[in-house]
């Protein structure tokens, strides 16, 4: 029987730490092949390379660890999952992982994400696909508390398929806060970032800005991701690109918009 | 009475003609102050500027119609907005609108699109806001026929507000379309771009990539924007940025993920 073909990407880079131990993973369960940013592209959302030319070239970052097959890409994660089903693979992935990201994407992070975008991006065509991050910035982060829960649930994912025009937001404790207590399937909190700009001047006298900013929960709900991953659990939200505020669309409806 | 404070931005920059003309509409309802990229952000989706220096300045473009104060500033949309709510703001908007894009962003290209981040950012920050798209990719696209229903569809947000969690996407057929029909609320239309890689080789001899591709209709329902907008209508669509497929969460949850 043909192993299940798993497409392996991120935003952090092809040399991330998170991605490494997501395709050490991912090579226990089917034939892998990489195709990841050659540069961290935390932030990115959705974007794609269109008004600039893409380059990718085969790698070997990690001979005993790594995927037979690996390629970084000049762009963003989204491009990358375009051109590995169009140009690199030469048959359809059975499931796309991105991540591991170093840092959460649970709640409004995923309006941001790099790493979501390219799972969404494979959703679009139609392919099972998920997002994998901890909440964990440190590029040192440790991985090794994840093994089993991501396993467990790329196996799932490939036995059950994914329900139509959905994708999967997972999101894990850092290894610090305990054991993980076990998976909940959650909805995304609402919280926004309370922005602050950093004001600098630079050497040659220019003012400029750093973003930064508090995350802000709004929302006091059990059952979000963000109050799955306080308790210890790892939450999975699953995500849609179908943006249509179906409840307002009858509100709307009831504007002026037709009467001159 | 206080006019109302209006925000503008958009993706195509800050000389756009598409910006040019909204901020000629808005100046007729309220008080503008235009923060917007210096250069062209197309296809950025919701990007945002962590890794990197943002800069911003006072600029004046156009004397004439321009808007009372206009910045330039070096992020994606996103950034215009978040930057214009922080730093250079003195009140809250009462709305942000943000376009008017060269080119559609019906469909799933609203995932892609800085118009819609920009929009949907403000949105987070809990300000009525919308996205006006032309389905024309020129440059010097004709908006000249735009006018009456983008002030209506602005003024009816004004006095009504918006849906909690809801901006919207409003795409208008191009001029040489024929007259404008009337204006529908609609679902985002299914649909994916069937993409093609142009592969070319540098003066150095080194492969690259030109990403193109065709847009794939996946949808013949009569309530879509797609079809308003083939039917001489403009479309608008109530988006959302909770991306929770709630009706997936069932499903999901009967997946054996806590089981050993």
Redo the contacts between chains.
Sequence with gaps: MLKPLILVTNDDGITAPGLRHLIYLMNTLGEVVVVAPES?Q??????????N????KKVVIDKEKGAPAEYSCSGTP??CV??A???ILDRKPDIVVSGINHGSNSS?N???SGTM?AA?EAG??GIPSIGFSLCDYSWNADFSHLGPSII??VQ?ALD?G??K??V??VNMPKSDAGEIK??R????A?A?WK???D?RLSPSG??????TGEFELLDKGDDTDVHAIDSGYIS??????????????Q???N????ES
């Design positions: 961290p935390s932030g990115m959302g959705h974007a794609i390379t269109i008004d030319t893409l380059y990718s989204a491009d375009k051109l089903l169009q140009e409004i995923v309006i941001y975008s969404i679009i065509e467990k649930i799932e059950k994914m329900p025009g959905t999967l937001n076990g998976i399937v959650c909805r995304q609402r926004n922005e602050k700009f004001k220019k003012e400029y800005y750093w973003l999975i939200v699953p995500t849609q690109f179908d943006l249509t505020a179906y409840h307002a669309i509100h709307i409806s504007w002026n918009l037709n």
